[in-house]
């Protein structure tokens, strides 16, 4: 079956395709969410498959859509505790009836290229990231572990790392959702990546040529986030800063706030996006695997001040320390995650803000607009559906 590569007709050309969509698990919001929200506008009869769902955490184009869960989500606080089941895993995913799907498509970060297939189903994995907490940040998530956890985690490790490299070799053909990525899946996994950005909603965004009143945190208020370099360097620089988000550390990063630190709290879409248009800069102080908000962000024209590093140099085109300002420029660089870098790069940023160009920063947002992903996806499964059809696995 020959797949049309024009997303505008992709509703003809997919119906006859039995298709699987398998997401990690829906306990919250964010960019793996959006993946598979544009992934079933392409595929609108795709069943969906989840480890574990939450319904009161649904975006809501999904609310009231059937999703096929593994038998964790019987299991007593599988929904808010889910990462503490992670040794489970392996039996939830291999235990999904995938049979008789054309093309399964995993959403991957927590995983879910686990699942099994027959030799005529066709894989695409989309990765966000090879589990950082077995791998590249394993040091990272066990330093914040009481002992008694890490211990258990380091000894059960070693054999999850095993099965999350076998399960890669179940994988047709890998997508990454950055250059960053790819590298990731090459180091881990030893496979090869098409990469296909994200797909990023920045048509609400419009260019704010008026001066800004605060910074801008936004994000989960998780530890790789780095949410306190941002807060450390308000304080010392005594700069208004506005956090929107919640997490596990908020009491954490609440004792470390000064008076000129606001936390919002989760936001609505408009108060969102109010937010965005009134700040001065979005701090964007941690390591990601892509960054939407980044993106977010310079949709509304506003430059963004980040840690050079990850994903992050794919969606800023910012000012390294010693750089002269250019016009084209969209955000400042900072090399170290310590609060004096981040000072720093503050510093030069306000001596540059008048000179920033909210249109040029808007116009380089519009590179990852969703209508990209989706022209981009129906071209590469297109192709190797076909390749996959008339010449059967690739070799790895």
Known sequence: ???????TEQKSTFDGLRVAIVHYWFVSLGGGEKVVESLLELFPQADLFALVVDPESLPVSLKGRDIKTS??????????????FLPLYPL?????????????????????????????????????????????????????????V?????????????????????????????????RRIRKQYRRSSSVIHP????????????????????????????????????NRLGRRLRIVGDGPLFKQLKRLSGPTIEFAGVLSESELCDSFARSRALLFPGEED?????????SYGRPVIAYRSGGSLETVRGLSPGDDFVDSCTGIFFEKQTVSDLVDAISRFER??????????????????????????????TSRYDQFKNSGPPEH
């Open 1 to 7: 079956m020959h797949l049309n590569s024009n997303p």
């Open 71 to 84: 038998f964790l989500q019987r299991l007593p606080f599988a929904r808010k505790y889910h990462r503490h």
């Open 150 to 182: 890490r211990t258990v985690y380091s000894l059960l490790s070693p054999r999850l790392r095993l099965w999350d490299l076998a399960t890669a070799s179940r994988v047709d053909f890998f997508i990454a959702n950055s250059n960053f990525v790819a």
């Open 199 to 234: 797909p990023v909603d920045v048509s609400k965004g419009t260019a704010q040529n008026a001066p800004g009143e605060f910074f801008l945190c936004v994000g989960r208020l998780v530890g790789y986030k780095r949410v306190d370099l941002a807060i450390e360097a308000c």
């Open 290 to 298: 892509f960054g939407i908000v980044p993106v977010e962000s310079q």
């Open 92 to 148: 939830a995913l291999e235990n999904l009836d995938l049979g008789g799907y054309d093309l399964v498509i995993s959403s991957e970060s927590g995983p879910a290229k686990g699942v099994l297939t027959s030799s005529t189903t066709c894989h695409v994995c989309y990765c966000h990231s090879p589990m950082r907490y077995l791998w590249d940040m394993y040091s990272e998530y066990t330093r914040q572990m009481s002992p008694i």
């Open 352 to 381: 540059y803000e008048s000179q920033f160009c909210p249109d040029t920063i808007r116009d380089f947002s519009l590179q990852f607009a969703s209508a990209r992903f989706k022209t981009e996806i129906t071209q590469f499964i």
